[in-house]
């Protein structure tokens, strides 16, 4: 159960904060719900109802400090399959945008930065869906991290490279 004022990660919608706990009066039914406003886009209201399962599953706790470091820490060995079939991958975009497993979305935008690489070096760009599902992916995790370490959302690339590119030419201890 979470209470107001606690910070989520939200399927789709990203960092969302609980601005309340309310029953409300909606199609006839009395419900109990999370209101949440996301973080980043204050316009938005998202109503989760507090006893649907398969939604408030899609609620996940903030990341913590180090639990973020680790991430990016393993951001180097997180395999990152490219799915050639365009439906299959398109499918397995939405489920990795809906559940918001930061590992599954790491190796998406890990695939799909590769690939358009690829792409770029053939002179030619990212389907339109994968261009629009890479910046969805790099926002869901982008806004999670620049909040918890107290940075801009356009920090965090950076930040990451230069986490990797530190840990890389680290010296191991003998």
């Known amino acids: 159960m979470y209470e107001i004022n ?3 990660l939200y399927g789709g919608h990203g960092v969302c904060r609980i601005v309340e706990i309310e029953e409300r009066d909606l199609c006839g039914n009395r419900m109990e719900y999370y209101i949440l406003k996301p973080v980043y886009d204050e316009k938005s209201t998202v109503f989760v109802p ?3 399962e398969a939604l408030t ?3 996940r706790r ?3 400090v180090d ?3 680790a991430l990016i820490a393993s951001m180097p060995n997180e395999d990152s399959k490219w799915i050639e079939n365009e439906n299959e991958r398109k499918e ?3 489920e990795i945008i809906s ?3 930061r590992i599954q979305l790491i190796r998406a935008i890990k695939a ?3 690939h358009q690489q690829e792409q770029q070096a053939r002179g030619r760009k990212l389907h339109l869906a994968d261009e629009r599902f890479f910046k969805e992916a790099e926002k869901m995790l982008y806004d999670e991290f620049a909040l918890v370490l107290h940075i801009k959302p356009e920090q965090v690339f950076p930040f990451i490279q230069e986490q990797i590119h530190v840990s890389k030419n680290r010296q191991p201890v003998q």
Do not use: P
Request: glycine share 4%.
């Open 50 to 52: 507090v006893h649907n």
């Open 6 to 8: 606690d910070t989520v």
């Open 112 to 114: 799909l930065y590769q």
């Open 62 to 64: 903030i990341l913590s």
């Open 92 to 94: 397995k975009y939405r």
């Open 57 to 59: 599953t899609k609620m």
């Open 99 to 101: 559940c918001g497993d």
């Open 67 to 69: 639990e973020i470091y």
